[in-house]
């Protein structure tokens, strides 16, 4: 086999991969063909024009250790192994036995969005493409991201002061996050207010920011639209819904967010995750510690979770966030066999019984507040008319839509899919509310969408199709901002 075939072959095994852990591929496709279509109105720069922050999903910021050791992001010789102790407790979230997860901390650093991942499987040098197309298209849009600047791919001189990446720790909880927004979001306008009076010679007045966001983003974005930057109180109670981000968004463009959760989260916190062969494999274990994969698990009205099929009783649908469910099975933290790696996690812990002891505490508190931010999601309230929703999901993959537990083995198999995005139903993209057989024809929400489109694409992939920069940029451009 010749060096070129070689090489197209580990692209193709990787992409494949990249498929069953991001859900997409990574396309190498050129960039869409649309700038003489939006060339004017992307030139056209007013104080009227809102700001653009683009949030990505799980996986898609690059995480370090103090040090500067990546921890997720480029696979480089000095990343951090979860095969080693020392890559394990690097990438793991820090357990504390009575410790509320708020309280607890580890060096980590959020960096810049995934653009690419750069490995060298066989010695071949490969880039995978990852939000790059994304970013891409806001670039042809006029919305002017200083990061690819700096990269030296796009020269957009003194322009940049109209789009923002806001990386973010997604191991995180979500509401911690939606604190870091906030504050995020205060600094931005003040640098915005201070470029646009520069330019035009006056003051905008009130800015508002437009946001893009893909898969967990979309949750993240949903919840500060619904909280600001409050987080979930310590008492398990729901916070005031208060709308306080309304006052800081005009539109929110949510791409396959998983908004009735995800069945591929439970599969990684019970079963651990490996994107292929030429990448790490991370124990389930190690993904469990992380609270923000609990606040993806589906809702138990939803009956995506069930027991006891063909043993003679009724089939029952799981709770997911009942600890007592991840102890009978022995998933995640609560699986027996998982008892070297908590020894590696917790090597400060003397014996097996105390360090099982701190793990099952820990999963109580992630599925605890993992409760507690879905219901605070689904609290009902009339979001602001000030704000629009808009919304792209995929719907032409096979996506897991009910798994069965075996109750022997507590092992999770597919008993029935349905469309989606192969990792997001569309049911759950859309929230869709409609739980019995003979229910309304016409989709029941409780989201306010404003505009809704279907895709043929994948969960990652989506973003990279020509179709979906059009329409994308059509809102954020052409689009008539109805208050």
């Not at 062969?277 to 979770?305: C, D, G, N």
């Not at 590696?344 to 003397?350: D, I, V």
């Not at 009902?380 to 022997?408: C, H, R, W």
């Not at 507590?410 to 469309?419: E, F, M």
Request: glycine content about 8%; aromatic content about 10%.
């Amino acid at each position: 086999m010749t060096h070129e075939k070689t090489s197209q072959w580990v692209r193709a095994v990787i992409i494949a991969c990249f498929v069953v852990f991001l859900g997409g591929c990574a396309s190498s496709s050129s960039p869409p063909k649309l700038g003489r279509i939006y060339n004017d109105a992307a030139q056209h720069y007013s104080p009227e024009r809102n700001p653009v922050i683009f949030i990505p999903g799980i996986l898609g910021t690059e995480l370090s250790a103090a040090n500067g050791t990546t921890i997720w992001g480029p696979f480089e010789r000095t990343a951090a192994d979860p095969s080693n102790p020392q890559g394990a407790t690097r990438m793991a979230i820090p357990m504390g036995q009575g410790v509320p997860l708020s309280d607890l901390n580890d060096s980590v650093r959020a960096g810049s969005v995934v653009e690419r991942l750069e490995v060298a499987p066989f010695g071949l040098p490969l880039d995978l493409q990852i939000y790059f197309p994304i970013l891409r298209t806001l670039g042809i849009g006029g919305y002017r991201d200083q990061t690819l600047g700096w990269m030296g791919e796009v020269d957009y001189g003194s322009r940049h002061f109209t789009c923002f990446q806001f990386g973010y720790d997604w191991r995180w909880e979500i509401s911690q996050n939606a604190e870091r927004l906030h504050r995020f979001i205060r600094q931005r306008r003040q640098f915005v207010r201070r470029e646009m009076k520069e330019r035009f010679g006056k003051d905008p007045g009130e800015i508002e920011f437009d946001i893009v966001a893909h898969s967990m983003g979309g949750l993240l974005a949903r919840y500060y639209l619904r909280y600001g930057g409050s987080p979930l109180p310590p008492d398990g109670s729901a916070p005031e819904l208060t709308w306080e981000g309304a006052d800081e968004l005009g539109r929110v463009i949510l791409i396959n967010p998983p908004n009735a959760g995800s069945l591929k989260a439970l599969e990684a916190l019970v079963e651990g995750k490996q994107i292929g062969p030429f990448f790490p494999y991370y124990p389930p274990a190690l993904v469990a510690t992380m609270p923000s994969i609990y606040e993806l698990l589906p809702r138990q009205r939803h009956k995506r979770v069930l027991v006891g099929r063909h043993r003679g009783h009724k089939e029952t649908a799981v709770d997911l966030f009942n600890p007592k469910v991840w102890k009978r099975f022995g998933w995640g933290l609560a699986d027996p066999g998982q008892a070297e790696m908590l020894r590696t996690l917790m090597p400060e812990t003397a014996g097996a019984n105390e360090r099982r002891r701190t793990a099952q505490d820990h999963l109580r508190k992630c599925l605890a507040r993992a409760r507690q931010f879905t219901e605070a999601m689904d609290r009902p309230g009339t979001m602001p008319e000030s704000v629009k929703l808009y919304l792209f999901a995929g719907d032409t993959e096979s996506t897991p839509a009910n798994y069965e537990i075996n109750p022997q083995t507590g092992a999770l198999a597919t008993i029935k899919t349905g469309p989606g995005d192969g990792r997001v139903l569309r049911s759950s993209a859309l929230m869709d509310e409609r739980l019995s057989p003979r229910a309304s024809p016409r989709l029941k929400s409780p989201i306010r969408w404003e505009r809704v489109q279907f895709m043929p694409s994948s969960h990652l992939e989506l973003t990279q199709e020509p179709s979906f920069a059009n329409n994308l940029l059509y809102i954020l451009l052409l689009d008539p901002r109805r208050s």
